[in-house]
């Protein structure tokens, strides 16, 4: 069972992006460009995190690698490859950001390539300048090494091992690298010989038989890895013979790497499973109700709480993380219809497991899924009035959505407001950063007063996923924060608009 309190919007989004979630172009641990996708995205974690200094508590992992991608030692064109596919998810939250899903990428790039599942924490904050030029460059010696490993946290024997579980995917670019990798036939020179997160570079580097260039290049000055790896007389590296322990050194120091952010930052605690998901074993012929109470003062549910069955199952498709783990789940969903006069105070769940033993009560540690409602002022997204409204004619599709809000209390004179957030920049080159827009709503002609609501509403663009709204009567305001129109939507009705 869960330990996981509702709500908490940044756990929450941050659970579903790693078990249910966009990121899935790492499964199979797909090549690009000669190297792999994963291989990419995990040295872009790395060096965003570069800039950390534990001395003073600045810099780590916060995006601002964004900014940073004209300094030498961030050459590579996987940078902003990777940057424009983070981009491209559209999942950057006002909660979640660049950092958070840099962070992810590196999570998906390890399991990706058959690596350890990396236990994420969210909650970074984005820089919005470059940080300092700190990330170690090949030609650099051992001594600046382990003083800029120092500076990023990490002792010389996490040096070591953190360079051997960078260096097992991917490898190194002729043509930002020429003085490393000579042969100008060669794209790119891997630094082991399997695409797989696996140990490989370590036995091959113990057995003499490496190709990575970062050990028997032709230039000795550029021999960073031999200098790494050989630094404490192989002994770490050794090791790592263990694909146990690499796996295991790997997934801790990687935690870690992701981890580093500044000291004014605090994450989450880590998701090793996903709490969404209440029944852990099978219930093959368990039936799953959902009860709630209404408002205090109102008796319109029994004192055991209204109920209902759900109303079907379906089948989670989990990311190659729950995959990794072996996860199988089942959604279970409920159509409750809420007496509006008694409304709802707080809902739970029963599971009864059909076996002559005591259903499981899912209620949220004891205090019940609890719905904060003012009776003077409060609104929501109406999913059944709302619309996404397709426009066909020939040659043109445009759509959108019609978010329509209800406002309960004093609403013929409410002035509703939104800000919606877009994720998506339309920049071609890093730094992307979203956008936010102030709409205000009408009152809607299609939708008359009903009950003791009033109904607002405006259009969305289709690239909008949340929405801040807030409704003002008189001199009290109401703001419902962080709204996720784009889970919403899959509710909403579609209407398809083909002009005759
Ligand atoms: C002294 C420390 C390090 C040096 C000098 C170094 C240097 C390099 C160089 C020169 C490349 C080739 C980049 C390119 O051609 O695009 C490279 C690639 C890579 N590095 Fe490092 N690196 C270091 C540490 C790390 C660490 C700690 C990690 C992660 C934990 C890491 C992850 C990667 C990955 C995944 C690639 C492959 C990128 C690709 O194939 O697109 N590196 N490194």
């Known amino acids: 069972l869960s330990t996981f309190q509702w709500p908490n919007p940044l756990l929450s989004y941050a659970d579903n992006q790693l078990y249910e979630g966009n990121l899935d172009l790492t499964g199979g641990c797909p090549t690009r460009d000669d190297t792999t996708i994963s291989a990419q995205w995990l040295r872009v974690a790395y060096h965003d995190m570069s800039t950390h200094n534990v001395d003073d508590g600045t810099g780590g992992l916060d995006a601002s690698i964004m900014y940073e991608l004209d300094m030498p030692q961030n050459v590579g064109e996987g940078m902003a490859l990777s940057l424009q596919d983070f981009n491209g998810f559209g999942i ?212 055991t709480g209204c109920s209902v069955q759900s109303s079907s199952i379906q089948p989670v498709f989990f990311t190659i993380t729950g995959k990794a783990q072996n996860l199988t789940a089942s959604w279970y969903l409920f159509n409750a219809t809420i007496n509006s006069t008694s409304s709802i105070s707080k809902f739970w769940f029963e599971i009864n497991n059909n076996d002559g033993s005591d259903p499981i009560v899912v209620d949220n540690g004891g205090s019940g899924f609890a719905i904060e409602q003012d009776p003077s002022l409060s609104l929501f997204v109406d999913f059944m009035r709302s619309e996404t409204v397709q426009l066909e004619t020939p040659g043109d599709f445009t759509a959108f959505q019609k978010v329509v809000v209800a406002v309960l209390g004093n609403a013929a004179s409410a002035t509703v407001s939104m800000t919606a957030f877009t994720p998506f920049s339309t920049a071609l080159a890093p730094p992307f950063t979203p956008t936010t827009t102030s709409i205000s709503l009408e009152l809607d002609e299609t939708n008359p007063p009903e009950g003791a609501f009033t109904f607002f509403t405006a259009n969305v663009s289709f690239s909008v996923t949340f929405l801040d709204i807030t409704a003002n009567v008189g001199s009290t305001s109401l703001t419902v924060e962080n709204f996720n129109l784009a889970a919403a939507i899959d509710s909403f009705t579609l209407i398809n608009v083909i002009p005759s």
């Open 92 to 303: 950057v939250t006002p909660f979640f950001g660049m950092a958070d899903v840099i962070a992810l990428g590196a999570v998906f790039a390890v399991v990706g390539c058959g690596g350890p599942v990396i236990p994420y924490s969210a909650g970074r904050i984005d820089a919005s300048t470059a940080g300092p030029p700190t990330v170690p460059q090949p030609q650099q010696n051992l001594t600046t090494h382990i003083e800029l490993f120092r500076q990023q946290g990490f002792n010389e024997t996490e040096m070591i091992a953190l360079v051997a579980c960078g260096h097992t995917l991917g490898g190194v670019r002729q043509v930002d690298f020429p003085l490393i990798v000579t042969d100008t036939s060669t794209d790119v020179d891997t630094f082991d010989t399997t695409p797989a997160y696996d140990n490989t570079i370590v036995s091959q580097y113990l057995q003499n038989t490496t190709q990575d260039v970062l050990v028997v290049g032709p230039n000795v000055t550029t021999q960073s890895d031999l200098r790494i790896f050989s630094s404490d007389g192989n002994v770490t590296m050794q090791s790592l013979l263990s694909s146990d322990t690499f796996s295991d050194t790997c997934a801790a120091l990687l935690q870690r790497m992701i981890n580093t952010v500044p000291s004014t930052v605090n994450l989450t605690d880590p998701i090793a499973e996903p709490f969404q998901y209440v029944i852990k074993d099978p219930f093959a012929s368990a039936t799953v109700t959902m009860l709630w109470a209404d408002q205090q003062g109102d008796s319109f549910c029994p004192s």
